[in-house]
């Protein structure tokens, strides 16, 4: 018996009649188990009885790519970087239909969290349970709520992700969501740097060669493209995703983040050169939002 050759019991035999007096072995569920030889009998038992197996904590941080997520769940010995590659070539079964330019069709839809996976979880199954999760909390729990949602699923994802990448304080990401629906139904392109980083890290693991900054060649350029770019470009949390589905009214146009994680708003673009001005004054002060060109 493993128990026995692992030196956590005396007695492979005593133990297994133990288990079968007390009616355990009837309901032993398979796994793997954190044992040690200071655990009694029938503490291991009560452990294989209820279930309790070994498992590897992975948390996701809100506004990861899916890249970063791919790299977070191999250091943790669960997958390799080919398998992942294989698994997200194609959407799973329920995602949205790539849009045309989409390069990785599961980035937004792996729900940030902290997730308990079985020791000896595949590079499936652990997908797998970021899709699922993220189809519960945030499709079923808050864009199938809404009787009238501002976007489609896919685009109200996307848009999410946005905010995400560019607020720092929970309270500002209504009115940054706002801005972009102003901006959105003005025709005005979004000018997201968030997008543009994006585009030139999609670029970087391409190992193409191109125009870098605000020249990068991609659609996810929202300086260059006007409207939403093709997917999401990072997986949102429920506080990006909550402001994506219901923006705040406001009459702004433009805004720019401050070093300290502030943002201030503008309605005309005077405005916004105004804080785009006091903010260069300042030193190594490095203001990011629409508007720059």
Do not use: C
Request: without cysteine; aromatic residues 8%.
């Amino acid at each position: 018996m493993a128990l026995r050759q692992a030196h956590l019991i005396r007695s492979a035999l005593w133990f297994a009649l133990f288990s079968r007096l007390s009616g355990a072995s009837r309901s032993l569920k398979s796994g793997v188990y954190r044992l040690t030889a200071a655990d009694s009998p029938a503490k291991m038992l009560t452990q294989m009885v209820k279930g309790e197996v070994a498992v590897i904590r992975v948390t996701i941080p809100e506004g990861w790519t899916t890249a970063q997520v791919v790299a977070r769940l191999v250091q943790a010995h669960i997958g390799t970087p080919a398998e992942y590659r294989r698994l997200l070539s194609q959407p799973s079964p329920g995602m949205p239909a790539p849009a045309k330019g989409t390069q990785d069709p599961w980035e937004g839809y792996l729900y940030p969290a902290t997730y308990a996976f079985p020791w000896g979880e595949t590079a499936s199954g652990a997908l797998q349970l970021m899709w699922k999760t993220f189809q519960k909390q945030a499709i079923q729990g808050l864009y199938r709520q809404d009787p009238h949602p501002p976007l489609p699923l896919p685009q109200w994802v996307t848009l999410a992700s946005i905010v995400q990448a560019e607020v720092a304080r929970p309270e500002d990401a209504p009115l940054v969501a706002g801005v972009f629906m102003n901006r959105l139904k003005s025709g005005i392109p979004l000018q997201s740097d968030a997008t543009v980083r994006y585009a030139e890290e999609l670029l970087a693991r391409s190992g193409e060669k191109g125009a870098s900054g605000l020249q990068v060649d991609s659609p996810y350029n929202t300086y260059l493209h006007k409207g939403l770019p093709p997917s999401p470009i990072d997986n949102p949390g429920l506080v990006a995703l909550k402001a994506a589905l219901h923006p705040a009214q406001v009459p702004y146009l433009y805004f720019v983040s401050t070093p300290d994680g502030r943002i201030l708003f503008a309605t005309t673009y005077q405005e916004q050169l105004k804080h785009l001005n006091a903010l260069r004054s300042q030193p190594r002060s490095a203001p990011s939002g629409q508007g720059k060109s």
